[in-house]
């Protein structure tokens, strides 16, 4: 825990400018550190997942070529931190947000009505809410929109689409369904945290500002 806490504010910092106003770092870290949260979870599910799609060891074709597939994927939610490292704000922001959306609806794909894919919409909205600064309002709800046509795209594919990766044991579509809405809850409750870490941190910054600020006037004040 002693080493993991400072990795991870070392990762939310990641294109912190302590010029930048204390609101604009508050988007940037909580950018990053989603971006973090997500990729840890899609590594966990993908443990999960990896011996479904290789159907317990038979390496044929199409099992192989969707298991690398879904492995690759992890990677572009490193993408989002290197565009805040570069300065590159919003595309870090739509990047997360995009990339994300796209994850979900692929895990539709792969498993249909097998799993309730859809419940990682909930986090997803909610951290496009809490993301956006206000001057992006109008991008913010182009994406809120986005979201809403993705759940409409699930649905459908939960509807019509046989799965790609059949799951035959009940006790498995059980585990399927109990680590996707336990987890739908966890990174909806995770953003909720992120949300409050950044902006508590945040304010501090705004008070070590107003502060430097006080002190300077009093200094060219005369006395």
């Known amino acids: ?9 070392r990762l939310a910092d990641l294109g912190v400018d302590p010029l930048i106003p204390a609101w604009h770092a508050r988007h940037v870290r909580f950018c990053n550190l989603s971006a973090v949260v997500a990729g840890l979870f899609s590594l966990a599910f993908l443990a999960l997942e ?3 799609i290789l159907d317990w060891g038979v390496w044929e074709t199409q099992p192989v070529l969707l298991a690398l597939v879904r492995s690759l994927a992890v990677l572009p939610f490193a993408l989002p931190l ?3 490292l570069r300065g590159c704000h919003t595309a870090a922001r739509l990047a997360l947000i995009i990339w994300s959306l796209i994850f979900v609806v692929g895990l539709a794909l792969l498993y249909a009505h097998q799993a309730p894919t859809q419940l990682f919409l909930l986090p997803l909205v909610a951290a496009v809410l809490a993301m956006f600064p206000w001057r992006e309002n109008r991008r913010m709800w182009w994406l809120v929109m986005l979201c809403l046509l993705g759940l409409a795209g699930i649905l459908v594919i939960r509807a019509l ?8 044991s009940e006790w498995v579509l059980t585990l399927m369904d109990e ?3 336990a987890g739908g809850v966890f990174l909806t409750l995770i953003v909720s ?12 910054q705004a008070l070590r500002e107003q502060e430097r600020a006080d002190r300077l006037l009093l200094n060219i004040l005369p006395a």
């Open 1 to 9: 825990m002693k080493t993991t806490l400072p990795v991870l504010i």
């Open 50 to 52: 990896l011996p479904l």
């Open 82 to 84: 290197f565009l805040n």
């Open 161 to 168: 689409h046989q799965p790609l990766v059949p799951v035959q």
């Open 179 to 181: 680590f996707l809405t």
């Open 193 to 204: 945290f992120v949300l409050r870490t950044t902006t508590e941190r945040a304010e501090r």
